[in-house]
């Protein structure tokens, strides 16, 4: 008996498509919106097999663009939803999807708005991958793990010291506010580098890949926008101890050396060297006072 010949993958974009689609649209990629398209199939799908997306999962894409990684989603995933901020890409990408994957044109949902905006969509989805704009790449994260609890993993590709600084833990010299937000609510980890000639326009620094799994916050008695405001003072001088960072924010420095003595945390040491569960420990501290 003969071996049943494996179907062909499913076309990708490549170079080629990306400029004609991008010529019949008349866009031109743009700095201020962070667009650089993927120009390369098989970087296409070793995004998609990093992020291990199921078949029965809804994929949430964040700047689509021209669909060069939507493409590769809708064949992995039961569905996908997008979210473009350019009104002119937005109105091409179900025609792209219609001519490129016609079976999937009901398993695709678009939602044309600013993804730092956006706090209802369509459907719920359960992972998030995308390709996102080097300048809004963290916000746009931290948005999103927020405003969407349903998301439980995902990859991003973003500028490669960004991915150092989100998957940075305590004591890298990487470590930073980025690195603590995103522990609130998941464990990141670097996945990869991409290369610069995958893209057009070639950007002038590689990109780094990022994956997540969604985990519980600390057990805190304090807040969320608690927590974070101790994060953003400990990381505001990076080179004064905790007990001097956090004076602000405690009101003293006698203050802030309470607070962190009662959530045993050195007061000499500095906001790099501890993790999110101490942050919080700190913020309850200071709820918590007499």
Not at 241 to 247: G, K, M, P, S, V
Not at 271 to 290: L, N, Q, T
Request: hydrophobic share 50%; proline share 8%.
């Amino acid at each position: 008996m003969t071996e049943p010949i494996p179907a062909a993958p499913a076309p990708l974009f490549g170079a080629s498509d990306i400029r004609r689609l991008a010529v019949e649209i008349g866009v031109r990629p743009t700095k201020t919106l962070g667009q650089n398209f993927v120009i390369d199939g098989n970087t296409i799908r070793r995004i998609v097999a990093a992020a291990g997306v199921s078949p029965d999962e809804t994929v949430l894409e964040v700047g689509p663009g021209l669909g060069s990684l939507t493409l590769g989603l809708l064949d992995a995933a039961a569905s996908v939803v997008a979210v473009e901020i350019d009104p002119v890409l937005a109105a091409k990408l179900p025609e792209t999807v219609k001519e490129w994957r016609p079976a999937a044109v009901g398993s695709f949902h678009l939602v044309q708005a600013d993804a730092m905006k956006v706090t209802e969509l369509p459907v719920q989805p359960t992972a998030l991958v995308a390709n996102l704009p080097y300048n809004v790449a963290v916000p746009v994260v931290l948005h999103l793990l927020q405003h969407f609890p349903s998301l439980q993993h995902g990859l991003v590709m973003v500028q490669d010291e960004v991915a150092d600084r989100l998957a940075a833990g305590p004591g890298s010299k990487t470590y930073g506010v980025p690195s603590v937000k995103a522990a609130w609510y998941s464990r990141m980890r670097k996945a990869g580098v991409i290369g610069m000639n995958v893209f057009w326009p070639a950007p002038k620094i590689h990109s780094g890949l990022v994956s997540f799994t969604r985990h519980d916050p600390p057990a805190t008695t304090a807040t969320r926008e608690q927590v974070f405001a101790v994060v953003d003072a400990a990381f505001a001088q990076r080179r004064k101890t905790l007990r001097a960072a956090l004076a602000g924010w405690a009101g003293s420095a006698a203050e802030a050396e309470r607070c962190l003595v009662a959530a045993g945390v050195d007061p000499t040491a500095r906001g790099e060297v501890i993790d999110i569960a101490a942050f919080a420990r700190i913020a309850e501290a200071r709820e918590a006072r007499p």
